[in-house]
């Protein structure tokens, strides 16, 4: 695999649940990304995160808060949710983001919004 | 922003036929195109990246090739296999500053045994 891994897998919740999503990357990589894939659009990058520090945020809900404790991990927190945010999150990481360096991408978490 | 378009949507082929896909770009500045291939329950996997310098790179079954003038590139892959099946991206960058990957909507490729 890639060496980016995404829990859990799938999700259902609520819309007034909160959950998080984890990410973890084992490619001694110093960027991370939130990424949202719904059906038949393009992937929508949500936040980029350097060296723990969030340098992007893609005017995102608040009801979407990421978290970047350290390099190698990323969390996304879940709260009061809408059906339409129903889609498959993807993480990815990469080297850094101001350089030319492939983002590797985990295998996402299906997420349910009831 | 930049703005990525990609077609077709669906791809269907015969085994040992080529696969074409396109995409079209925007932003002049952008000089960094990969190719990212999603299977079936996994994130995207690169397969091949070319950088403005380039007009085409190969790697065994799959080439890239890129013509800056009209602002577009296209994915080759030739002697399809059943293995190719998957959802196929392009996307566009500036290799350098703040600008992250900007995706096309993505082309399901069914290749037919």
């Known amino acids: 695999e890639t060496g980016v891994t995404q829990t859990p897998r799938h999700l259902v919740m609520g819309m007034t649940n909160k959950k998080s999503l984890k990410c973890e990357q084992h490619?001694?990589?110093?960027?991370m990304y939130w990424y949202k894939q719904s059906a038949k659009k393009p992937l929508e990058l949500m936040f980029v995160?350097?060296?723990?520090?969030?340098?992007e945020n893609n005017s995102v809900p608040s009801r979407f808060s990421p978290e970047c404790p350290n390099s190698s991990h990323l969390f996304l927190h879940l709260h009061t949710l809408q059906p339409e945010d129903s889609a498959l999150y993807l993480c990815?990481?990469?080297?850094?983001?101001?350089?030319?360096?492939?983002?590797?991408f985990g295998p996402g978490t299906r997420l349910l919004v009831l | 922003g930049e703005n990525v378009e990609q077609h077709p949507s669906t791809l269907s082929v015969q085994e040992g036929d080529s696969a074409v896909i396109k995409c079209t770009y925007s932003?002049?500045?952008?000089?960094?195109f990969p190719w990212y291939k999603q299977e079936l329950g996994k994130g995207p996997q690169l397969i091949i990246d070319?950088?403005?310098?380039?007009g085409e790179k190969k790697d065994q079954r799959i080439a890239v090739t890129l013509n800056k003038t009209a602002k577009h590139f296209s994915l080759h892959i030739t002697e399809t296999q059943p293995e190719d099946s998957a959802v196929y991206f392009c996307?566009?960058?500036?290799?350098?500053?703040?600008?992250?990957?900007?995706f096309g909507s993505g082309t399901r490729l069914q290749v037919q045994p």
């Open positions: 070319i950088r403005s310098n380039v």
């Open positions: 990815a990481s990469s080297q850094d983001p101001w350089t030319r360096e492939t983002q590797y």
């Open positions: 996307a566009a960058s500036i290799d350098t500053g703040r600008r992250a990957l900007t």
């Open positions: 932003d002049s500045a952008s000089n960094y």
């Open positions: 995160y350097n060296f723990k520090e969030q340098t």
């Open positions: 490619l001694g990589h110093n960027a």
